[in-house]
C-alpha cells in the first residue's frame, strides 16, 4: 500500500511508530539483544561475503564508487593540524610552489592528494599519518605503503613525494625529499 491508504502515513501511526522505537531503544535488554545480533559472526560473514562477491561481479563499480566517495570527502573536509603545519613548512621552504588540496580538491583518479605543486611540473606531496598509512591499518610496510601511492599517481603523470608525519619534525629531510621530485 501507499499514500493515504497505508496506516504507517498517517502522522499518528508515525508518532506512534516513533515513540515505540524510542522506548524500545532505552530498554537494557533490548540493547543488548540488537548488539548481539550485529556482531553474530555468521552475519558478518554473509555480509561480507555477498559484499565481495557483488564487487567482483562489478569491478567497475567500485571505481565509480571510490571516486563518488572521494568527491563527498573533499566537500566535508578540513585540514588537520598536522596538515596546516606542513602546508606552514612548505610556504617557508618553497614560497607559492605548492598549495593544500584538502577542501574541494582535485581528485586524481579516485585519490586526493595533499598538496599539489603550482606551475608546469606535475608534482604532488602526500602527508601519510603514522597510524593511518602505517602497517597495523593497511596491511603494509611503509615502503610499500609509499610506493603503492607514488605508483598509482605516476599512472596519472605526477612524481610525488612521501612527508611521513614523524618527519615533519626534521626540515632539512622534509626539504630533501621535495627537492628530489621537483628536479
Not at 511508530?17 to 539483544?33: H, K, N, S, Y
Not at 606542513?86 to 595533499?114: A, R
Amino acid at each position: 500500500m501507499s499514500g493515504r491508504k497505508n496506516p504507517a502515513c498517517l502522522e499518528k501511526n508515525k508518532i506512534k511508530i516513533r515513540t515505540g522505537i524510542a522506548r524500545a531503544l532505552q530498554d537494557p535488554e533490548v540493547l543488548a539483544r540488537r548488539k548481539a545480533a550485529a556482531n553474530r559472526p555468521s552475519r558478518v560473514t554473509k555480509i561480507s561475503k555477498s559484499s565481495q562477491e557483488m564487487w567482483d561481479e562489478h569491478p567497475e563499480r567500485r571505481k565509480i564508487y571510490a571516486k563518488i566517495a572521494a568527491e563527498r570527502n573533499t566537500k566535508i573536509a578540513r585540514p588537520n593540524g598536522r596538515e596546516k603545519f606542513l602546508e606552514k613548512l612548505l610556504n617557508k621552504l618553497f614560497p607559492s610552489k605548492f598549495f593544500l588540496n584538502v577542501k574541494d580538491g582535485l581528485i586524481i583518479g579516485t585519490k586526493v592528494p595533499d598538496f599539489i605543486g603550482v606551475g608546469r611540473k606535475k608534482v604532488l606531496v602526500e602527508l601519510f599519518g603514522d597510524y593511518w598509512h602505517g602497517e597495523k591499518i593497511t596491511g603494509r610496510k611503509r615502503r610499500q605503503e609509499e610506493r603503492c601511492r607514488v605508483a598509482y599517481f605516476s599512472k596519472f603523470g605526477f612524481r610525488t613525494a612521501i612527508i611521513w608525519e614523524k618527519d615533519l619534525k626534521d626540515e632539512m629531510l622534509v626539504k630533501k625529499k621535495i627537492r628530489a621530485v621537483l628536479v
